[in-house]
């Protein structure tokens, strides 16, 4: 009699989190493991947020529950940001401050969805989505784009995939896993698509300020703004700030929307610390000069990195142009004998489970991404590690 629910079991456990914390377990067992697999800044919280939040522990205000949706100050910095960064006004009352925007993707997915209903998912995606989508008891439905077309969603393929079911399209650029930055052109086709067929877009845009080279980031909100009363816009402090412990995102979604998520958050976390609230008010209320400084950081990381891949026989990396993320094919080197113990992986996830046990390197099989035969490498961590992780992992293919 003690089962548990289909529901949970139906759901994969984060390949993300759970790569990383292998890798965390391994080095504290006292191995050396260079972890390539976390998408998280290496950088620390600027410290006139870390500022912020110390003041906030003393301020007997914040020893209290907010509103559910968050603090009201926090919610209207986060409706001037979004007139800053995305280009169009919205009322505090459409923002809902969430723990991280992992929360904000659940419970959007929460009250948009019935049984049965379908959500378009560009693959290769963040690998939370399926998840989430099943979680509320979707159909996540995959439409996949492949490295020959920079990742970018295709819409003709996108159309086939359209059902009477489906509910939702997810849009998110720049991409995890891929670091694509959807053109102007693939993002107001979409936001179009989903207005001619009454279909809700969730448009994820925690990357948003980080973009390289020439790319620049387009708002599906500015490009079709006759979508905005059909669009819910997720973000949150932890990419733009390096505050991913935090925890911190929120939604910006039309006001029936909002208000039903707040209903649902009421019963299920209540207000995010006020604490972090505080601080990422800092954070959001301030200036972009720290992701400036960790945009110029990352950049000189991406260009090291992806020649590394690329140095290496059997290994194809497209260039990124956003994110954190190097996406890289292996396919070249599965089926065939690797290492110096000349491990034969079948797959990309055997390849990765090898390189983290032989060579102690932790990157993220694109299993993970609906994207087998790649894997991720996340090049937000130090310049040293990031040589040192490429230098063995061409040691250990080579
Ligand atoms: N969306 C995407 C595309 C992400 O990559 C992540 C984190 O990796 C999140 C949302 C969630 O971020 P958090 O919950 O840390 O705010």
């Given at each position: 009699?003690?089962?548990?629910?289909?529901?949970?079991?139906?759901?994969?456990?984060?390949?993300?989190?759970?790569?990383?914390?292998?890798?965390?377990?391994m080095k504290a067992a006292g191995l050396d493991v260079i972890g390539f697999g976390a998408g998280e800044p290496n950088f620390p919280t600027p410290d006139y947020i870390v500022d912020a939040a110390a003041g906030a522990c003393r301020d007997p205000r914040n020893h209290r529950y907010t509103p559910t949706a968050g603090l009201p100050e926090l919610r209207q910095a986060i409706a001037d940001k979004t007139l800053r960064d995305s280009g169009y006004a919205v009322d505090p009352a459409q923002v809902v401050v969430a723990n991280g925007g992992k929360q904000a993707v659940y419970e959007t997915l929460q009250v948009l969805?019935?049984?049965?209903?379908?959500?378009?998912?560009?693959?290769?995606?963040?690998?939370?989505?399926?998840?989430?989508?099943?979680?509320?008891?979707?159909?996540?439905?995959?439409?996949?784009?492949?490295?020959?077309?920079?990742?970018?969603?295709?819409?003709?393929?996108?159309?086939?995939?359209?059902?009477?079911?489906?509910?939702?399209?997810?849009?998110?650029?720049?991409?995890?896993?891929?670091?694509?930055?959807?053109?102007?052109?693939?993002?107001?086709?979409?936001?179009?698509?989903?207005?001619?067929?009454?279909?809700?877009?969730?448009?994820?845009?925690?990357?948003?300020?980080?973009?390289?080279?020439?790319?620049?980031?387009?708002?599906?909100?500015?490009?079709?703004?006759?979508?905005?009363?059909?669009?819910?816009?997720?973000?949150?402090?932890?990419?733009?700030?390096?505050?991913?412990?935090?925890?911190?995102?929120?939604?910006?979604?039309?006001?029936?929307?909002?208000?039903?998520?707040?209903?649902?958050?009421?019963?299920?976390?209540?207000?995010?610390?006020?604490?972090?609230?505080?601080?990422?008010?800092?954070?959001?209320?301030?200036?972009?000069?720290?992701?400036?400084?960790?945009?110029?950081?990352?950049?000189?990381?991406?260009?090291?990195?992806?020649?590394?891949?690329?140095?290496?026989?059997?290994?194809?990396?497209?260039?990124?142009?956003?994110?954190?993320?190097?996406?890289?094919?292996?396919?070249?080197?599965?089926?065939?004998?690797?290492?110096?113990?000349?491990?034969?992986?079948?797959?990309?996830?055997?390849?990765?489970?090898?390189?983290?046990?032989?060579?102690?390197?932790?990157?993220?099989?694109?299993?993970?991404?609906?994207?087998?035969?790649?894997?991720?490498?996340?090049?937000?961590?130090?310049?040293?590690?990031?040589?040192?992780?490429?230098?063995?992992?061409?040691?250990?293919?080579?």
């Open positions: 009699w003690q089962q548990l629910s289909t529901r949970i079991g139906n759901v994969a456990p984060s390949a993300t989190l759970a790569v990383d914390s292998k890798a965390k377990a969805l019935d049984d049965g209903d379908e959500v378009i998912i560009p693959a290769p995606y963040w690998t939370s989505y399926p998840e989430a989508v099943k979680l509320a008891g979707g159909v996540p439905v995959e439409v996949f784009a492949g490295a020959e077309r920079g990742f970018e969603p295709d819409l003709d393929a996108i159309e086939q995939a359209r059902t009477s079911k489906t509910k939702a399209i997810v849009v998110n650029t720049p991409s995890n896993p891929t670091g694509a930055v959807w053109s102007k052109d693939t993002i107001t086709a979409i936001g179009k698509w989903a207005l001619k067929h009454h279909i809700w877009v969730i448009s994820d845009e925690i990357y948003e300020h980080l973009h390289y080279d020439d790319a620049s980031v387009s708002y599906i909100g500015a490009c079709v703004p006759e979508l905005r009363d059909q669009l819910l816009v997720l973000n949150g402090v932890a990419k733009t700030y390096a505050m991913t412990g935090w925890r911190v995102g929120w939604m910006v979604a039309p006001a029936p929307v909002a208000k039903a998520v707040s209903t649902l958050q009421g019963h299920l976390s209540s207000n995010v610390s006020n604490v972090s609230q505080r601080a990422a008010l800092a954070a959001v209320g301030g200036p972009l000069d720290a992701v400036a400084m960790m945009r110029a950081a990352f950049d000189v990381r991406r260009k090291a990195i992806v020649t590394a891949l690329n140095a290496v026989d059997g290994i194809v990396c497209p260039v990124p142009t956003g994110a954190f993320y190097a996406f890289a094919n292996v396919q070249a080197l599965l089926g065939r004998p690797v290492g110096p113990e000349g491990t034969v992986c079948k797959s990309s996830s055997e390849f990765a489970a090898a390189l983290l046990d032989q060579a102690h390197v932790a990157a993220v099989p694109g299993e993970a991404f609906g994207a087998p035969g790649y894997l991720r490498f996340s090049y937000a961590l130090a310049d040293d590690q990031l040589a040192e992780g490429m230098r063995r992992l061409a040691a250990w293919v080579g």
